[in-house]
Nanobody
């Protein structure tokens, strides 16, 4: 059984930084795909960043490129993914969700393509 848990959300002023963490436990396969998505009130869930186990570098949404970075580490069946968010803007306000899959996901931009998701963590950016 795979469990995905996010942490690290909160309230920050525009221009500030936050770090989100995602822990995905129970992935025993060598391959994986890990992703961050976000959903603001009234909007659809949108892609933020993701990486497959053998990608040379992560993928980022244009809206966060240059401001957000992800890093992934693995300790046996536990995968930890960090999302560092810098120069935050009010439009970054959303619930941020971590998604995980124990395979190489072709369409890593679509949240429904992942088998496992966390409950989300709120990020609020004030003016």
């Amino acid at each position: 059984q795979v469990h995905v848990v996010e942490s690290g959300g909160g309230l920050v002023q525009a221009g500030g930084s936050l770090r989100l963490s995602c822990a995905a436990s129970g992935i025993t396969a060598r391959s994986y795909t890990m992703g961050w998505f976000r959903q603001a009130p009234g909007n659809e869930r949108e892609f933020v960043a993701a990486k497959r186990w053998n990608d040379d570098s992560p993928y980022y949404a244009d809206s966060v490129k240059g401001r957000f970075t992800i890093s992934i580490s693995r300790d046996n069946a536990k995968i930890t993914m960090i999302l560092d968010m810098n120069n935050l803007k009010p439009e970054d306000t959303a619930v941020y969700y971590c998604a995980a899959d124990s395979s190489w996901v072709a369409d890593l931009w679509t949240p429904s393509k992942y088998d496992y998701r966390g409950q989300g963590t709120q990020v609020t950016v004030s003016l």
